[in-house]
């Protein structure tokens, strides 16, 4: 089975910057789609963002020219570069992965458990 682990969450001041990684494992034929969604206290989780393994990119406007996703292919695992954190992006982040684990397979959707980001002012 696959497994999502999130890593580098943390506090930082306002205009400070955190590196999330999701380090993705088990038995994986390719990762299709690979994400990040957040969810404040009492808020609806929303996307952050995704990258495709063909490259397309999708950014909430709220983090539009602050945060970048990339990904390490060789290594299974998704990045997710805040920079220019503001209060507002206080959230716990999930990792999301949309993978196929046979090469006839069909697309799964596999979470992370969560990491903890907050942003100080």
């Known amino acids: 089975q696959v497994q999502l682990v999130e890593s580098g969450g943390g506090l930082v001041q306002t205009g400070g910057s955190l590196r999330l990684s999701c380090a993705a494992s088990?038995?994986?034929?390719?990762?299709?789609?690979m994400g990040w969604y957040r969810q404040a206290p009492g808020k609806q989780r929303e996307l952050v963002a995704t990258?495709?393994?063909?490259?397309?990119?999708n950014y909430a406007d709220s983090v539009k020219g602050r945060f970048t996703i990339s990904r390490d292919n060789a290594k299974n695992t998704g990045i997710l570069q805040m920079n220019s954190l503001k209060p507002e992006d206080t959230a716990v982040y999930y990792c999301?992965?949309?993978?196929?684990?046979?090469?006839?397979?069909?697309?799964?959707?596999?979470w992370g458990q969560g990491t903890q980001v907050t942003v100080s002012s």
């Open positions: 088990g038995s994986i034929f390719n990762i299709y789609l």
């Open positions: 999301y992965a949309e993978i196929q684990t046979r090469g006839w397979g069909s697309l799964t959707a596999y």
């Open positions: 990258l495709t393994s063909g490259g397309s990119t």
